[in-house]
């Protein structure tokens, strides 16, 4: 059900082929190779909110949300679907929490929610 993007597979790419270009200059010039991909896939794709509402019933939860980067949407207040209604139990109207949000097949579903305190 995870659907993050696989931006991670473009570091684990550089290290071989580029290896054999660089045996005529410094052993170990194909270090540089990693700056094409920033370290933009892990903790940077958490999103930042706060908890307006809350329906366990229809696993559904309203945040007010930050900039959501792994989406390009930019702050707003929307519903999300909860992956996992249960853990709705650990959260209240109010709360500040970041969380992870993925488009499984068009609709905004929270895979991972967590107090931001
Ligand atoms: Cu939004």
Redesign the pocket.
């Known amino acids: 059900m995870k659907h993050l993007l696989p931006s991670l597979v473009l570091s684990l790419a550089c290290a071989a082929p580029v290896a054999a270009l660089a045996q005529a200059t410094a052993p170990s010039a194909h270090h540089g190779a990693a700056q094409a991909t920033p370290a933009a896939a892990g903790a940077a794709d958490m999103a930042t909110g706060e908890v307006r509402k809350i329906d366990k019933n229809a696993a559904k939860v309203t945040?007010k949300?930050g900039e959501?980067k792994n989406?390009d949407?930019?702050?707003?207040?929307?519903v999300?679907n909860v992956k996992d209604k249960a853990v709705l139990d650990q959260f209240k109207a109010g709360d500040k929490v970041r969380f992870r949000v993925v488009n499984d097949a068009g609709k905004?579903t929270v895979t991972d929610i967590e107090m931001a305190d």
């Not at 949407?73 to 929307?78: A, K, L, Q, R």
């Open positions: 945040l949300h959501i989406l949407m930019p702050p707003m207040t929307m999300f905004y």
